[in-house]
């Protein structure tokens, strides 16, 4: 079993910057797809970001140009870097992987393992 844990969330000022890290205990394979999903309070989980082992990228029009999603393949860690941030980004959000697939997903339907999120709170 694949255990995710987010690191970095926090509560910032608009306009300012977070990095989210989240390492997986272990790779169940040299090719997966993983991606952020949040979730604000009385909403549905929303996909952020995606990206895979040959490094593709996606993501949803409201953080294109603000948010960028990165992996680090020498300390297995995936990234969400977050610039420009908004009261309407405040949410938790939760890292989520699934192994021997490549390609770009922002459904959680397309993932098989989830952290327990890290809370990101914006105010203006």
């Known amino acids: 079993q694949v255990q995710l844990v987010e690191s970095g969330g926090g509560s910032v000022q608009a306009g300012g910057s977070l990095r989210l890290s989240c390492a997986p205990s272990?790779?169940?394979?040299?090719?997966?797809?993983m991606a952020w999903f949040r979730q604000a309070p009385g909403k549905e989980r929303e996909g952020v970001a995606s990206?895979?082992?040959?490094?593709?990228?996606l993501y949803t029009k409201s953080v294109k140009g603000r948010f960028t999603i990165s992996g680090d393949s020498v300390n297995n860690t995936l990234y969400l870097q977050m610039d420009s941030l908004k009261p309407d980004d405040t949410a938790m959000y939760f890292c989520?992987?699934?192994?021997?697939?490549?390609?770009?997903?922002?459904?959680?339907?397309?993932?098989?393992?989830w952290g327990h999120g890290t809370q990101v709170t914006v105010s203006s």
């Open positions: 989520a992987a699934t192994f021997g697939t490549l390609g770009s997903s922002l459904s959680a339907g397309s993932y098989n393992y």
């Open positions: 272990h790779y169940a394979s040299s090719t997966y797809l």
């Open positions: 990206y895979d082992s040959v490094g593709r990228t």
